[in-house]
């Protein structure tokens, strides 16, 4: 019967009265128990195990059992954007295929999924754990990492990211992961399809000028 690998192979003979008990497997495996139990096994342990019982020097005829060792799935993961921004669609991707997933962001949107490749929202920036579980041929492994989520680099990219935001103070991040530390800004959102960043402005004599800044 299948095996994860890490877990136990516990192997089982029939109790004869008087009788000695002889297992060979694979990887060099042999033992003189009525029951053994291989412990932290891996796939190179996959194969036939064999066990001749004897009694008054009488060998039994020869039994055995086929063992099938799965490796681990590969929990690890990576995602898109690198690094995300504040309610920017951000998608997960396992390094295994063809398994079942179980995803958890904290303070995401979704918290959860089932989904191979989800896509996550976080509404603000700060930094968030994130939890996989791939299970395959029965057997399961976890990956944690931290996603840290930064704030958008413009106006623009705010309004795209957040359809129907209104004029008002924001913060931004123009080089992300740079030296710049984040700062507010006003943006309008409405004058010629919106996402303008306010570089100047004088009440006194009317005068304004704005950057639509995308990079």
């Known amino acids: 019967s299948p095996v994860c690998q ?3 192979i516990n192997l089982t003979a029939s109790s004869i009265s008087g009788a000695t008990y002889s297992w060979s497997g694979p990887d060099n495996f042999v033992s003189n128990q009525q029951n053994p139990v291989r412990t932290n096994v891996s796939p190179a342990d996959s194969g036939t195990y064999q066990v001749i019982a004897t009694v008054n020097g009488c060998p039994s005829a020869q039994g055995s059992v086929n063992v ?9 993961f990576t995602y898109s954007p690198n690094p995300p921004y504040q309610n920017q669609a951000t ?8 398994a079942s997933y179980s995803w958890s962001f904290q303070s995401g949107t979704p918290s959860s999924s089932t989904a191979q490749n989800p896509v996550i929202t976080w509404s603000t920036n700060g930094t968030y754990y ?5 299970t395959k ?5 976890s990956e944690g990492d931290s996603v840290t989520v930064g704030y ?9 990211g957040n359809p129907g935001s209104p004029d008002g103070v924001y ?7 740079g030296p710049i530390t984040p700062f507010n800004v006003y943006c309008d959102m409405t004058s010629d399809g ?5 570089a100047y402005r004088n009440n006194l004599d009317g005068i304004m000028a704005y950057d639509n800044i995308s990079d």
Do not use: E, H, K
């Open 6 to 8: 890490g877990n136990a």
């Open 68 to 76: 099938i060792v799965y490796a681990l799935p590969d929990s690890v």
């Open 91 to 98: 998608t997960f991707t396992p390094a295994q295929s063809g």
């Open 130 to 134: 994130v939890l996989l579980t791939v």
């Open 137 to 141: 041929n029965g057997c399961s492994a």
């Open 152 to 160: 958008m680099r413009n106006c623009l990219a705010l309004l795209q």
């Open 171 to 177: 913060m931004i991040d123009p080089d992300s992961t």
């Open 194 to 198: 919106g996402g303008w960043t306010l």
